[in-house]
């Protein structure tokens, strides 16, 4: 079953504007990762949010993570073309069991020169 | 440097003839999981492994199998593959249980007529 919801599921937007994206979950998790897919590759880890801690950046990345609306932000700023992608967000739930890792539907994301 | 590697990448095959997926990582992870990839679907696990010879089914598991006899080798096996089964397969692997990041590979196209 899918646990994370992203949202908007596309967003189109002009260079150099930044791009935020949503997602949202359903049951306690140990952590929420983002992952970033090109067009047919493989998915390329991002970023990682522990279920303690309610804001990451990393260069032109911002994550941040609300555990009582169960839900996560991920916003890119100052965004490039490079940036069009999928972004995916992946949770793993709190029991700690290794197979949960869930991964939402994505947001394709498109960066227009 | 760190990898995950399937073959083949790309595979048209008859219903019925059955197929193997291979993956292979050199990060000497304790965890391997196998994905597929559908439109509007996300990726959800197939099966997913934490160790040699200890394998578990994930949310989609029906008509597949796998094998853990080498800690960096995790087949995905298609007996008796349906055109249900086109999909994008991904492998992946990681170190140890959550928490960590999780690696994967460029993806597997297969196509069953």
């Known amino acids: 079953s899918q646990q994370g919801e992203e949202d908007p599921q596309a967003l189109s937007i002009q260079e150099g504007e930044n791009a935020t994206m949503n997602c949202s979950y359903k049951?306690?998790?140990?952590?929420l990762q983002w992952y970033r897919q090109n067009s047919g590759r493989g998915l390329v880890h991002l970023i990682l949010?522990?279920?303690?801690?309610r804001e990451k950046h990393s260069g032109r990345l911002r994550v941040t993570l609300d555990t009582s609306k169960k839900s996560s932000s991920l916003l890119i700023t100052a965004s490039r073309a490079a940036d069009t992608a999928s972004y995916f967000c992946?949770?793993?739930?709190?029991?700690?069991?290794?197979?949960?890792?869930?991964f939402g539907s994505g947001t394709q994301l498109t960066v227009l020169p | 440097e760190a990898q995950v590697t399937q073959n083949p990448r790309y595979l048209i095959t008859v219903t019925g003839k059955k197929l193997t997926v291979t993956c292979s990582q050199n990060m000497n992870h304790e965890y391997m999981s196998w994905y597929r990839q559908d439109p509007g679907l996300g990726l959800r696990q197939i099966y997913y492994s934490m160790n040699v010879e200890v394998t578990d089914k994930g949310d989609v598991p029906e008509g597949y199998k796998v094998s853990r006899k080498e800690k960096r080798n995790f087949p995905l096996i298609l007996e008796s593959p349906s055109p249900n089964q086109t999909s994008l397969y991904f492998c992946?692997?990681?170190?140890?249980?959550?928490?960590?990041?999780?690696?994967f590979g460029e993806g597997s196209w297969l196509t069953v007529v």
């Open positions: 049951t306690s998790i140990n952590n």
């Open positions: 992946a949770t793993t739930g709190a029991s700690g069991s290794a197979r949960q890792l869930t």
């Open positions: 949010i522990r279920s303690n801690e």
């Open positions: 992946a692997s990681r170190e140890g249980y959550s928490g960590n990041t999780i690696y």
